[in-house]
């Protein structure tokens, strides 16, 4: 069943674009959006004039993490009410929980992505529901081989990613996910 909303006259209902799935105690959690509006690939080169010593970098430049953004639509009325809110719960703790996820979108799929930012409207358009912005980018634990790329500026010691907090407690996760109904 396909149903149009808001004056933008969006269809929803019909299988996403787009897909995030992430692996939380060794089992795979799936989230389909109710609809997605737009895709935003950002692949990217850092480039600067000093190669760095035993490098397999040329002329300097380094891959930046991906990034990949979502513009994504989520309304109960296509779904059990409530499902919004809890559709928007779990994005909120996949991000509070720095859980990696895989995205899949129909031009590429990313690994290893931290989702870093949420934007949620409810308005006039979507009273039961919410549109937004889900902002997701690599994760690059640091290494011997990109140490040096990873530094907050050339006159700093302190690294702007410096790889995993430790382990993750996932139990509140796990528990907010099976409340949500979101399997």
Same mark, same amino acid.
């Given at each position: 069943?396909?149903k149009?909303?808001? %004056? ?28 997605v ?50 559709m ?8 509070? %929980?720095?859980?990696?996820? %895989? ?39 640091v ?39 979101? %399997?």
């Amino acid at each position: 069943m396909q149903k149009t909303f808001g %004056k933008a006259g969006i269809v929803v209902g019909k299988a996403s674009t787009a897909y995030v799935t992430c692996v939380v105690s060794g089992k795979t959690y799936t989230y389909h959006f109710t609809g997605v509006t737009s895709i935003e690939h950002n692949l990217a080169l850092n480039l600067n004039n000093e190669a760095s010593e035993g490098s397999d970098i040329v002329n300097g430049a380094r891959n930046l993490a991906n990034q990949v953004t979502l513009s994504v639509v989520e309304t109960d009325a296509e779904h059990t009410s409530g499902w919004a809110a809890r559709m928007l719960e779990a994005m909120a703790a996949l991000k509070k %929980k720095r859980v990696l996820c %895989k995205v899949v979108t129909s031009m590429a799929t990313y690994e290893d992505m931290l989702l870093t930012e949420i934007t949620a409207t409810q308005d006039e358009d979507n009273q039961f529901g919410w549109s937004g912005i889900l902002a997701f980018m690599e994760y690059i634990p640091v290494t011997e081989e990109n140490s040096e790329s990873v530094k907050t500026n050339d006159n700093s010691s302190v690294r702007k990613n410096t790889g995993s907090a430790g382990k993750i407690a996932i139990t509140p996760l796990q528990q907010m996910l099976a409340r949500a109904g979101i %399997k």
